[in-house]
């Protein structure tokens, strides 16, 4: 019984994903098929709707993979930002063709990882037509999984000494993880690989992936439609850790690590076990905001960028992966967009300026936004419920207010 | 209750996507009525009916670390609009109109920042201070086919490897050699103490330049780095001190510059202070008033150059007080100022030249565009830099507190 | 050998600044078990308010007017962000944490316009004074004096008064000394007031130093007052004390090396290696886990 419900749901939700995703290929086309001049000015390619949801998706999958640590096994890490410049850089330098190297690093003349994923897939398939389609999706999935697998890899090492530690101490820890790890990406020593300071450019950001025509015209555009599929597929695979076997052992930690203890769970493994993946998804959503940003640079992955995913982790409500996506998108959008407007000063049609408004005013009323959800949704948007719960008991609570 | 919020909310991202559709499809009608800046009241004001209106995107950190320099290349600007606000093209009279926005300073808020211009439809972009912003921001403006013209943004990578971003500036190999000659040319400097922030890569791409000419000419480069935020240089200073540097080389940002130009006078270091064009601030030339300290810079342009321009933009910022606090408080002339009033009337040229408010016709004809401004002669080669040979070196009059010309450096 | 000298006594300088800090971190976490993200900005606040009230005042009002808004703003902090939130999850506390810095540094960033600022000079601290060859000035000597005389205040106060008894049962236990009738909010508004008050104290000291306020200057201050706390075991006082005076001087001696680029990372290599070593700081009291 239990077994054909969840087959249900699972079936259902996938279905919804696949609908989201068809959503953004047709929103994102709209200007590609329409005549210019009757496409609305928000579904215009540059659009900062476009913008808002591309951040939005590889936001969200970081915000996901903090979740499943501080969320669902309440282990209280603030190491996020430097798992995702792990994989930012890991992706940036197996990616930019060695073509492209010397101008890249031009402080070092050259790099010395003279290898790109993208050159070597290009070399076999062409860099033209469904070849070249092929080359970049597959050099870009390798580079991505790569990205993911070098921050587990040092998500292993960090969680040797410091997983011991408890609560807060383990905050405090990975975040002096964090801080060394953007400290060792900026010396100069080892510019040659990491570029020093310099920031990583030209390698596949999401708009290589828009199909275009021989003369650059575009045909079908996918910029957002990738890290859209990217941040699904890895979010669902997430989800099916949570739901199971390891995912009750995580849960069971999180609400008492001696009980669970006792119950048999191998409490070292486990916590390792979901720091590691953390670390993973952090990774790959690291290669995504590189492409994002069309750059990895250290000096951008700081504490106050794990700070702010904590954030969107709490607001969204500690426990609950769609809370998260919800979060994500809204605060990005808040953020970025529909507050825009505060930080120009506006004259009203008498000539009375609106008092208040200029450049900063933005940031003070979003932050007061924040203050103000914090304090009054104390457990977040979805506390620890997910989406499809909210559409399951409806129909029970009607029935119990008949019969009140 | 607390489902039905958390579903409304739901639903609320889903219809956001329309709904803002609906409110951005309004937006260029009712940004006419909006004005991009204080200052600019008379200039935009609503345009008469009518009347057309070109939109000029301008891309500068309005807060965040490198906000104070931002907001004095935006004053520029702002004053080159009120001084000519309209443009000819084509036999039609079009008001220029200014469109600020912020990128935070962050490499990570530029895309969307970039995002709003363009969907503003402005029809080419000025900025921005700042090189690493600029370069995050590029390929936005480069998909929605818009030129953009760095204005002091000096690192290579800004224009390289793309035919829509241009400058009119020079680039920081070339002035870190002016600087590197300099030291070892007044000073005689065998040794040369650089300090720059960890990460940064202004900094440390002035730096590395600098260490490449200052070796080559014979003399030894020691290289530290400071973390982000960072406001104790004592122990820096004094290891500059103990290792006999000759010459302190820092081109930092603004409040780096004064915490260490305030806490050399304090340790009583005599070596000379170089600095690149950021330090080229009123709040340095404050912190060294009334102190010992020898502080250099090498930047665009000396008030002076240009009496006419010099006593318009004080007027201009004597007379609005949100101009002079964007100043510092005060009517000094930042060269990031000067700069940006001469890329305003470099944008300006080029529209004409394209004979259409088009954005693609405004970047073919950039590339040709030359302009003799306050800060020299304006012309771009095949990468779209600046085709400059100057650099101006000042130093701080430390009784005044003003600067003065020391020598004008050629390349 | 003088810069040597002169490196210690930066060191110690700094490290007597950031203790000043620490304290506030570390006897909120000891009572309320919160990281208050916000204290590295109160302190921030302090140095603004210094600038603006002294510009407008003679020194001698300002000084101390800062000193009351500051412990004012303390207050209404844990008043409006964290009271409210005493029984919500302790994650959530702590994002209202966050996000009260997030609006003190917005609202800096708003009313100063994302320009430096310049902290006054106060007469006689910034005078420069010549010890061993190393020129520096008199606050960095005071510095640890204070710091030192500060320290044995409030240790008398905590262990020979009332309020202190009252601050060290509800530490020990929250609900218990509920039980027993003590008040546990004008403990906490206590804390928090000898926490700004101190943070006001330790920011006069610091940016007479190092005179250029930024909206994010409380930020690495107080990130390194919060490692210092960590180091001597949270929730400890002279933990928190001599960790501040470890980091202190471990960040110049960092410093005077070639490896400046690890500076910060230097700081929290040492930090993980004592956890590693003991988890609860250098004086954290050990946990025991309740089944």
């Given at each position: 019984m239990i077994e054909k419900r969840n087959k249900k749901g699972a079936i259902a939700a996938v279905i919804a994903c696949a609908a989201l995703l068809a959503l953004i290929v047709v929103l994102e086309n709209v200007s590609v098929f329409l005549p210019a001049d009757s496409v609305p000015n928000v579904l215009k390619p540059t659009s900062q709707l476009f913008s808002v949801l591309k951040k939005g998706a590889v936001y969200s999958l970081a915000a996901v993979s903090m979740n499943l640590l501080n969320g669902f096994t309440g282990l209280f890490s603030l190491g996020q930002a430097g798992f995702m410049l792990l994989g930012a850089y890991t992706y940036a330098i197996?990616?930019?063709?060695?073509?492209?190297?010397?101008?890249?690093?031009?402080?070092?003349?050259?790099?010395?990882?003279?290898?790109s994923f993208q050159d070597m897939f290009n070399s076999v398939l062409g860099t033209e037509g469904v070849g070249g389609a092929v080359s970049l999706g597959l050099g870009v999935a390798i580079a991505m999984v790569l990205a993911g697998c070098v921050a587990a890899a040092f998500a292993y090492l960090i969680g040797l000494p410091v997983l011991r530690l408890k609560s807060d101490y383990l905050a405090i820890a990975t975040l002096g993880f964090a801080e060394i790890l953007k400290a060792v990406f900026q010396w100069q020593a080892l510019g040659p690989v990491t570029n020093g300071a310099n920031m990583i450019k030209n390698f596949p950001t999401f708009s290589s992936f828009n199909i275009t025509d021989a003369g650059g015209k575009v045909l079908l555009r996918l910029s957002v439609f990738f890290p859209f599929l990217v941040s699904m597929i890895c979010i669902a695979v997430i989800c099916l850790i949570i739901n199971s076997s390891y995912g009750r052992a995580f849960k069971a930690i999180r609400e008492d690590e001696i009980a669970a203890e006792a119950m048999g769970i191998n409490l070292a493994k486990h916590k390792m076990l979901s720091f590691c993946t953390s670390a993973f998804f952090a990774g790959v959503s690291g290669a995504l905001f590189a492409m994002f940003?069309?750059?990895?640079?250290?000096?951008?992955?700081?504490?106050t960028m794990t700070?702010?995913?904590?954030?969107?982790?709490?607001?969204?409500?500690?426990g609950s992966i769609s809370g998260s996506v919800m979060a994500t998108f809204l605060y990005v959008a808040c953020s970025e967009w529909w507050l825009r407007f505060l930080d120009n000063e506006i004259t009203l049609a008498s000539g009375m300026k609106v008092p208040f408004l200029r450049a900063g005013f933005r940031?003070?009323?979003?932050?007061?936004?924040?203050?103000?959800?914090?304090?009054?949704?104390r457990r977040g948007l979805m506390g620890d419920k997910e989406l499809p719960d909210l559409f399951k008991r409806r129909p029970k609570a009607a029935g119990k207010e008949e019969q009140a | 209750m607390k489902k039905f919020l958390a579903s409304a909310l739901a639903m609320a991202m889903v219809l956001s996507l329309a709904a803002c559709g609906g409110d951005s499809k309004d937006k260029p009608g009712g940004s006419a009525a909006s004005t991009p800046g204080g200052s600019s009241t008379t200039a935009s004001n609503p345009a008469p009916a009518g009347d057309k209106v070109i939109k000029i995107g301008v891309f500068e950190p309005l807060s965040g670390d490198s906000a104070s320099g931002g907001k004095k290349e935006y004053l520029g600007m702002q004053y080159a609009n009120s001084e000519t606000p309209t443009v000819e093209v084509g036999g039609e009279t079009y008001t220029v109109q200014l469109v600020p926005a912020d990128n935070g300073s962050s490499t990570d808020k530029a895309p969307s920042a970039a995002a709003q211009l363009v969907s503003e439809g402005v029809a080419m972009v000025l900025g921005s201070y700042g090189?690493?912003?600029?370069?995050?921001?590029?390929?936005?403006f480069k998909e929605a086919g818009i030129s953009a013209m760095g204005v002091t943004c000096t690192n290579p990578n800004v224009t390289a490897g793309n035919d829509h971003y241009f400058r009119i500036c020079f680039l920081d190999n070339f002035q870190a050699q002016v600087l590197a000659n300099f030291a070892a040319e007044k000073f005689q400097a065998k040794t040369a103490y650089c300090l720059g922030e960890t990460g940064n890569e202004y900094d440390q791409g002035l730096i590395a330049f600098f260490e490449q000419i200052f070796t080559a000419n014979g003399g030894k480069v020691i290289k530290d780095s400071f973390p982000n935020n960072n406001s104790d240089f004592n122990s820096y200073l004094n290891k500059a001190k103990a290792e006999g540097a000759d010459v302190i080389f820092t081109p930092v940002s603004i409040a780096y510059a004064v915490q260490i130009v305030t806490q050399a006078q304090s340790l009583g270091i005599t070596a000379p202070i170089l600095g690149s064009d950021t330090l080229d601030d009123n709040m340095v030339l404050d912190a060294a008033k009334g102190t010992d300290i020898q502080l250099y810079v090498s930047t665009f342009y000396q008030e002076g150059g240009s009496p006419e321009f010099d006593q318009g933009i004080k007027e201009y910022i004597n007379s609005n007080s949100s101009a002079k606090d964007a100043n510092g408080g005060n009517d000094t002339i930042a060269a990031v100022t000067a700069m940006g009033y001469d890329a305003y009337y470099?944008?300006?040229?080029?529209?004409?030249?394209a004979g259409s408010a088009d954005p693609a016709a405004i970047k073919a004809a950039l590339s040709g565009v030359t302009y003799t401004g306050v800060s020299g002669a304006i012309a771009f080669d095949d990468i779209g830099d600046a085709v400059r040979d100057t650099a101006y070196i000042k130093h701080s009059n430390n009784a005044d507190g003003a600067w003065e010309l020391e020598t004008v450096q050629k390349g | 050998m003088e810069f040597a000298i002169s490196?210690?006594?930066?060191?110690?300088?700094?490290?007597?600044?950031?203790?000043?800090?620490?304290i506030g971190y570390t006897m909120v976490y000891g009572i309320l078990r919160l990281i208050n993200f916000a204290h590295g900005d109160v302190f921030m606040v302090a140095g603004l308010l210094g600038i603006y009230l002294s510009a407008s005042l003679p020194l001698y009002v300002a000084l101390p007017l800062v000193l009351l808004l500051t412990v004012a703003l303390g207050f209404c902090i844990e008043r409006c962000a964290y009271k409210p939130l005493r029984s919500a999850p302790r994650m959530s506390v702590m994002i209202s944490a966050i996000g009260v810095s997030y609006l003190i540094q917005n609202t800096a960033t708003y009313i100063t316009g994302g320009q430096p600022m310049t902290y006054p000079v106060i007469p006689f601290l910034s005078d420069t004074v010549k010890i061993a060859g190393t020129s520096t000035k008199w606050v960095t000597i005071l510095t640890p004096f204070l710091v030192l005389a500060l320290v044995i205040a409030l240790q008398q106060l905590i262990n020979h008064t009332k309020v202190g008894m009252a601050m060290r049962a509800v530490a020990k236990d929250f609900e218990t000394s509920q039980l027993m009738g003590i008040k546990i909010n004008s403990v906490i508004s206590v804390t928090f007031i000898i926490g700004s008050a101190l943070a006001a104290v330790g920011s006069m000291l610091y940016f007479t130093n190092f005179q250029a306020i930024t909206p994010t200057a409380g930020a690495l201050p107080g990130l390194r007052a919060f490692v210092a706390a960590v180091v001597g075991g949270i929730g400890s006082i002279p933990g928190a004390v001599i960790g501040a005076f470890i980091i202190g001087i471990c960040e110049n001696v960092i410093k005077s090396t070639q490896f400046t680029v690890f500076s910060d990372a230097g700081t929290f290599a040492l930090l993980i290696l004592i956890l590693v070593v003991k988890p609860t700081g250098l004086f954290g009291e050990k946990v025991t886990d309740k089944v």
């Open positions: 197996l990616s930019v063709p060695v073509a492209d190297r010397a101008a890249v690093y031009y402080l070092y003349g050259g790099s010395a990882v003279n290898f940003v069309t750059n990895a640079q250290a000096k951008v992955y700081t504490t700070y702010e995913i904590l954030l969107i982790v709490v607001i969204g409500g500690i940031m003070v009323v979003f932050s007061v936004v924040i203050m103000i959800v914090v304090l009054f949704f | 090189s690493g912003v600029s370069i995050a921001a590029s390929d936005t470099v944008a300006l040229e080029a529209i004409k030249a | 490196v210690l006594i930066s060191g110690i300088s700094v490290g007597g600044q950031y203790a000043l800090i620490a």
